[in-house]
């Protein structure tokens, strides 16, 4: 069993829709857990972190549920530069030298 | 302010040949981690360099070794290549004592393997 499991895509949505992305982790042990946003060809870039009570950053909404061992992110007013690869990502540690365990990830398309 | 650096940008090298990648990180941090990132799949922890001392390793063979010079900037050595090591490399560096702050990612070294 895959740490980080995640839907794989490829998600396909209207501009202005709305998508969610959900992903599992494995070890009950993880402390940090973050969303990436990783662009063709590019780098992993830091989207937002995901908290237990659940945050906010304009239209991205993340979510943690620790009993389930579940991470999802929500995307509002979708738009075309919201197209990339999300990755789910956990830690076992809180700092920030973390080891970092990535999923596959979940393609994201945005339509015009 | 200069991000994380890394050389070179495309590599092809020739099964059962050696291969050096080099990373700088963002001014200001001291620690480096490399990743493996194969076509399609997330990226995956080989190790981390801090003090120049390796300090975590992910599930990565002995061919898989590195360097950090004193100046915090490091290398990733990869022996005798198998076909399979061909990825995007990545590096990200970080402060070790800043609590949860964030790790920046490095552009890349795409390494083929023919």
């Known amino acids: 069993r895959k740490e980080v499991e995640q839907d794989p895509g490829p998600f396909n949505v209207p501009e202005g829709a709305t998508v969610a992305f959900n992903c599992t982790y494995s070890n009950s042990a993880s402390q940090s857990f973050f969303w990436y946003r990783q662009d063709c060809r590019k780098e992993p870039k830091l989207l937002m972190s995901v908290y237990s009570s659940g945050n906010e950053d304009g239209r991205f909404t993340a979510q943690l549920n620790r009993a389930s061992q579940y991470i999802s992110l929500l995307i509002r007013d979708s738009k075309l530069s919201d197209s990339a690869t999300y990755l789910c990502?956990?830690?076992?540690?809180?700092?920030?030298?973390?080891?970092?365990?990535f999923g596959s990830g979940t393609q994201l398309t945005v339509l015009p | 302010d200069a991000g994380v650096t890394q050389s070179p940008t495309h590599l092809i090298k020739t099964r059962g040949q050696q291969v050096t990648l080099r990373c700088s990180p963002k001014s200001g941090h001291d620690t480096v981690s490399w990743y493996q990132q194969a076509l399609g799949q997330g990226p995956q922890f080989i190790f981390q360099?801090?003090?120049?001392?390796?300090?975590q390793r992910g599930n990565f063979p002995d061919r898989f070794s590195g360097h950090q010079f004193p100046n915090y900037s490091s290398e990733l050595n990869v022996n005798a290549l198998l076909l399979g090591d061909s990825a995007l490399y990545l590096c990200?560096?970080?402060?070790?004592?800043?609590?949860?702050?964030?790790?920046?990612f490095g552009p890349g070294t795409r390494l083929t393997v023919t």
């Open positions: 360099y801090y003090e120049e001392e390796e300090r």
């Open positions: 990200a560096s970080s402060l070790i004592g800043q609590g949860v702050g964030e790790q920046y």
């Open positions: 990502v956990v830690s076992l540690s809180s700092g920030s030298a973390r080891q970092l365990t």
